[in-house]
T-cell receptor, first 116, second 115 residues
Framework: GAVVSQHPSWVICKSGTSVKIECRSL??????MFWYRQFPKQSLMLMAT?????????EQGVEKDKFLINHASLTLSTLTVTSAHPEDSSFYIC????????????FGPGTRLTVT | AQKVTQAQTEISVVEKEDVTLDCVYE???????LFWYKQPPSGELVFLIR??????QNEISGRYSWNFQKSTSSFNFTITASQVVDSAVYFC????????????FGTGTRLKVLA
């Protein structure tokens, strides 16, 4: 149990376009989902925390207008990178927290975004 | 402020050697959780262990063992008789509960096991 999926697993887009990444909890309801970004050979950096039905909370330095997060249901959160630029190329990982178990996050397999 | 330090950026060992990955954390809370994850080249994080702040018992799982010492704020990870398949980046993480439930990740240690 506690499986989190991400779609797509990799995406290449042109500079200036927008790309949407989906994060789904497949067999549980996720009260909270988290979005991380990981640059090559670096650690995971939390971008934002999203709670179902409310606005996402962004970490300091993350542009909320550029990284749009929607948590429309207890099993789906989406991250849209708007007007993507090459510097947005990164590995994006989502995680989900089970409603009843507060301390644990279950991670998706990640989405590799390349902006050309 | 909460912080996780993994001072070892990269470690190389020869197969069958034992290796210990260090993790030192900082937190003001009395209730917190510590985790270790493995990230192979595919990128997907693999959960290894969770430990809460009230449980200082060491744990062994096959070739893996963990040493949690609150007195030194450390949660070290040892791989015994390392194998090439252990080559990966290993992350230590801290989560506070109750709270924002955020994870604070260390910078990771890249382990290379040479045949």
């Amino acid at each position: 149990g506690a499986v989190v999926s991400q779609h797509p697993s990799w995406v290449i887009c042109k500079s200036g376009t927008s790309v949407k990444i989906e994060c789904r909890s497949l067999d549980f309801q996720a009260t909270t989902m988290f979005w991380y970004r990981q640059f090559p050979k670096q650690s995971l950096m939390l971008m934002a925390t999203s709670n179902e039905g409310s606005k996402a909370t962004y970490e300091q330095g993350v542009e909320k207008d550029k990284f749009l997060i929607n948590h429309a249901s207890l099993t789906l959160s989406t991250l849209t990178v708007t007007s993507a630029h090459p510097e947005d190329s990164s590995f994006y990982i989502c995680s989900a927290r089970i409603r009843q178990i507060s301390y644990e996050q279950y991670f998706g397999p990640g989405t590799r975004l390349t902006v050309t | 402020a909460q912080k996780v330090t993994q001072a070892q950026t990269e470690i190389s060992v020869v197969e069958k050697e034992d290796v210990t990955l260090d993790c030192v954390y900082e937190t003001r809370d009395t209730t917190y959780y510590l985790f270790w994850y493995k990230q192979p080249p595919s990128g997907e994080l693999v959960f290894l262990i969770r430990r809460n702040s009230f449980d200082e018992q060491n744990e062994i799982s096959g070739r893996y063992s963990w040493n949690f010492q609150k007195s030194t704020s450390s949660f070290n990870f040892t791989i015994t008789a390392s194998q090439v398949v252990d080559s990966a980046v290993y992350f230590c993480a801290l989560s506070e509960n109750p709270g924002t439930y955020k994870y604070i990740f260390g910078t990771g240690t890249r382990l290379k096991v040479l045949a």
